[in-house]
């Protein structure tokens, strides 16, 4: 037998690990792999949770098989690192995740596994390292822990100088596993006692009596660094008042100090939640059974809904890019691994993930709503329904001004895509939809617009009548000529009052054809004189023939409609101001009917007036 690697003599190790096994050490490494990715999944999860169940079971499963073929299994830990055979196996340096700088802070340097060891005792080992975990790191004791436990298939080795400490703050009883020896009564019963002068807490120095010192250490370092102070009082060679612990100062220097609050602060950057992403993409990456590597995956995202559903739409989205980096990056090329990582991109966009975040709005959320559409950006169209029924429900400004942001990238990108979010059941996100296209003005925004010719809604019709208006040119007049059409006659008014131009003028032609038949004469005087005065601001040949004979229309007996129509024309030759149209008003303040004739003078009046300040105007230097 040979001596054991602790130093333990109780602890020999058997001669066949005399010569290294490098397939024996190899499982060892994936089980230790295992036992970390384990034990970091359950600092995140419930230990009911799918993702901590599988890590257990395939934890169990290893371990049993190698104990099953080995008997035993024989770890030493290292600040840093676990090893086997004598050679380091596993490896971590981060001491604010590293799985053996956790054991080795609480003075282990050993531990074992023998056979019988089945999944409950490794649960029951898993959740005490849970619980140690999460107390501060002066409340936590792993080796304490696992003493009081007691577990049967599993052992451990801390030197007796630890354990003693140990017992001399309280511990009353004794393992009977070797790993705890027993005291001499002398030192086991000690007591050592200090007294303090709190009064003199502040004056940086706490003098203790003869027996006290004595009682920590006989002539040891206390002693020895007083008589030293003492002697550097006579010492020429020292800095005045310094002693040697001061003359070697040990305070850091600056260059010091900021690399090591560099290195806590990387410690601390990693998050619970990105160190098990990591150790994830990891595994995926180096998995060769396809079947496994699926399971990994499995677990991955469900780890993916999790974060959804609790509004963690930064870490969705490092998973996400991670995998889409993986895909491209695996260390072994297979079709059949990209087509499961392709599946897994997939599911992020489909049911199940949008009732995730479906399930996190209903919750009334707090956080950051930016992260939520930089996540959806990154999800692509298939999620852009939901972003914009989710605007609908929050309206707050802290959600809604992220929202139109990416709205309007959305309409800059694809305008037809951000109007097919319009409807009649998102009656804000409509209005805002307007807004963004009106301000595209662009005929691929513009002709967006025509959806609103369908919608139910009365106040999205009349705004989209307006943007129409405010653009102003031929798309937005075509559009707008379908409006005429509409149920409701005051956005058929408005419609007819933001036309410009007309621009087509087959379009101008069917609107005086229209005109000219018997269903206008039943439309109300607003409306013709609306639909007239746009007619005259096409200026167009045609347009005032059809307005000047209408106005010049002057039979014996006239009735109330046919004076409306002629008082339209009044309006629509106003409208149009050419010197053609003004000779017509001329000729209308002559006729015998006084309502068409005071009509034709205030136009007329109206129009040299415009004419004056027109002149006024060009007049200034």
């Not at 707050?396 to 992220?402: D, I, T």
């Not at 007049?477 to 036309?499: T, V, W």
């Not at 609107?511 to 746009?534: H, M």
Request: glycine share 6%; aromatic share 8%; hydrophobic share 40%.
């Amino acid at each position: 037998m040979k001596p054991d690697p602790f130093g333990n003599p109780d602890h020999p190790l058997p001669e066949e690990l005399s010569e290294f096994d490098p397939i024996r050490f190899e499982k060892v490494r994936e089980i230790l792999t295992t036992f970390a990715n384990t034990v970091s999944s359950m600092k995140i999860f419930p230990s009911e949770h799918a993702s901590v169940r599988k890590f257990v079971d395939d934890l169990a499963a290893k371990a049993k098989a190698f104990l099953e073929t080995y008997q035993k299994l024989e770890i030493g830990i290292e600040e840093y690192g676990f090893t086997y055979m004598g050679k380091a196996v596993y490896r971590d340096e981060m001491s604010i995740k590293s799985l053996p700088f956790f054991f080795y802070k609480d003075g282990m340097q050993g531990l074992f596994l023998y056979q019988g060891l089945d999944r409950d005792e490794i649960a029951e080992f898993l959740d005490i390292i849970r619980k140690e975990s999460r107390k501060p790191q002066d409340e936590g004791d792993i080796v304490t822990a696992l003493w009081e436990k007691d577990l049967a298939n599993i052992q451990y080795f801390a030197p007796d100088e630890y354990l003693e400490t140990k017992i001399l703050e309280g511990e009353e009883e004794t393992s009977d596993r070797g790993a705890i020896p027993t005291l001499p009564a002398e030192l086991a019963t000690r007591v050592i006692h200090f007294d303090v002068d709190k009064a003199k807490m502040t004056s940086g120095r706490i003098d203790l009596a003869p027996e006290d010192k004595g009682g920590v250490v006989e002539d040891g370092p206390i002693v020895a660094m007083e008589e030293a102070d003492e002697e550097a009082a006579t010492d020429e060679s020292l800095p005045t008042g310094k002693s040697p612990s001061a003359a070697h100062d040990a305070t850091l220097r600056e260059s010091e100090v900021k690399e090591i609050n560099s290195l806590i602060h990387a410690n601390r950057a990693v998050s619970a939640e990105d160190e098990f992403l990591n150790l994830m993409i990891e595994i995926i990456n180096l998995e060769t059974d396809l079947t496994k590597f699926s399971g990994s995956l499995d677990v991955l995202f469900d780890f993916f809904l999790q974060q959804v559903q609790d509004g963690g739409f930064q870490v969705s989205g490092r998973i996400i890019r991670k995998i889409q980096e993986l895909k491209r990056t695996l260390t072994l090329p297979s079709p059949e691994k990209e087509a499961l990582l392709d599946g897994f991109l997939k599911q992020t966009t489909r049911d199940q993930s949008i009732a995730a975040m479906r399930e996190y709005f209903k919750k009334e959320p707090s956080s950051d709503p930016g992260s939520f559409f930089e996540y959806v950006k990154l999800l692509g169209p298939s999620v852009v329904p939901l972003a914009a029924e989710i605007y609908e429900t929050f309206p707050s400004p802290e959600f809604r001004s992220p929202a139109l942001e990416y709205f309007r990238e959305l309409g800059r990108d694809d305008p037809g895509l951000l109007a097919s979010l319009a409807n009649d059941a998102r009656p804000v996100l409509s209005r805002e939809i307007i807004g963004i296209l009106r301000g595209g003005a662009d005929k691929k925004s513009v002709q967006h617009l025509a959806a609103f010719l369908s919608f139910s809604n009365r106040d999205l019709r009349l705004e989209a009548i307006h943007a129409l208006g405010g653009i102003g040119n031929d798309l937005a007049d075509k559009i707008l000529m379908g409006f005429l059409s509409d149920a409701d006659e005051s956005l058929r008014i408005e419609a007819a009052l933001n036309l410009k131009s007309g621009g087509d003028e087959s379009r101008i032609r069917h609107l005086i054809r229209d005109a000219g038949e018997k269903p206008f004469r039943k439309k109300s005087p607003n409306e013709k004189k609306a639909i007239f005065g746009f007619l005259g601001r096409t200026r167009t040949d045609e347009a005032l023939t059809f307005l000047r004979d209408i106005l010049l229309k002057n039979p014996f007996f006239q009735s109330a409609k046919t004076i409306e129509a002629r008082l339209a024309a009044v309006a629509g030759l106003e409208s149009m101001a050419t010197p053609r149209a003004v000779e017509a008003l001329r000729l209308g303040s002559e006729v015998r009917t006084r309502k068409v004739r005071e009509a034709c003078a205030r136009a007329l009046i109206n129009l040299s007036t415009v004419s004056a300040a027109r002149k006024g105007e060009d007049r200034k230097p």
